[in-house]
T-cell receptor, first 118, second 115 residues
Framework: SQTIHQWPATLVQPVGSPLSLECTVE??????LYWYRQAAGRGLQLLFY??????ISSEVPQNLSASRPQDRQFILSSKKLLLSDSGFYLC?????????????????FGPGTRLTVT | AQSVTQLGSHVSVSEGALVLLRCNYS??????LFWYVQYPNQGLQLLLK??????LVKGINGFEAEFKKSETSFHLTKPSAHMSDAAEYFC?????????????FGSGTRLSIRP
């Protein structure tokens, strides 16, 4: 069966410090990978998604970046954190739809990372 | 472009009462539809999904949802609420995009259960 891991589970960082959040998936190959953020009391905001190694699509311009150095590894980074970067960060994966299919399959989420920028 | 609207950011029901969480979507063709549940400080868990097979979909924890194309709705129901159902619920839609890699989430409905 497939599992998805995120670490760290919680993180408290000062403004201006760097950030690195990691997500790994086990039990599947060539998944689509996603990073979401939930601000307090808000819904899900898609930040980045990736359909393959080195392929990153950005949804929201900001001071965050993402990388996919390996097939099942997805990293979210920042060089300098802002107060507004605080939130709950979720990684997710899905099976890529077959070629020519326009519908995306369901996504499976990790346990999340709670980031507090002070 | 697809969108999904969840009516009611907060729903409160008594334990044992019917749970009804509303979701409407906009799509030019019948999409794939999903319901997720999120407990505090946890990731989202898939409750159920509609992928153009049976219109009445049964999920985990006694939840079910019915796809109604004429009403563009996919409401989530449970006959008898349990205290453990208290959580945030998200409806999501997958459809025709320039990229076939994304699904769109609603803003969520917080379900509270009164003893």
């Amino acid at each position: 069966s497939q599992t998805i891991h995120q670490w760290p589970a919680t993180l408290v960082q000062p403004v201006g410090s760097p950030l690195s959040l990691e997500c790994t998936v086990e039990g599947t190959s060539n998944p689509n990978l996603y990073w979401y953020r939930q601000a307090a009391g808000r819904g899900l905001q898609l930040l980045f998604y990736s359909v393959g190694i080195g392929q990153i699509s950005s949804e929201v311009p900001q001071n965050l970046s993402a990388s996919r150095p390996q097939d099942r590894q997805f990293i979210l980074s920042s060089k300098k954190l802002l107060l507004s970067d605080s939130g709950f960060y979720l990684c997710a994966w899905s099976v890529p739809p077959p070629g020519g299919q326009a519908f995306s399959y369901e996504q499976y989420f990790g346990p999340g990372t709670r980031l507090t920028v002070t | 472009a697809q969108s999904v609207t969840q009516l009611g950011s907060h729903v409160s029901v008594s334990e044992g009462a019917l749970v009804l969480l509303r979701c409407n979507y906009s799509s030019s063709v019948p999409p794939y539809l999903f319901w997720y549940v999120q407990y505090p400080n946890q990731g989202l868990q898939l409750l159920l999904k509609y992928t153009s097979a049976a219109t009445l979909v049964k999920g985990i924890n006694g939840f079910e949802a019915e796809f109604k194309k004429s009403e563009t709705s996919f409401h989530l129901t449970k006959p008898s609420a349990h205290m453990s159902d208290a959580a945030e619920y998200f409806c999501a839609v997958s459809g025709l995009y320039s990229s076939a890699s994304k699904i769109i989430f609603g803003s969520g409905t917080r379900l509270s259960i009164r003893p």
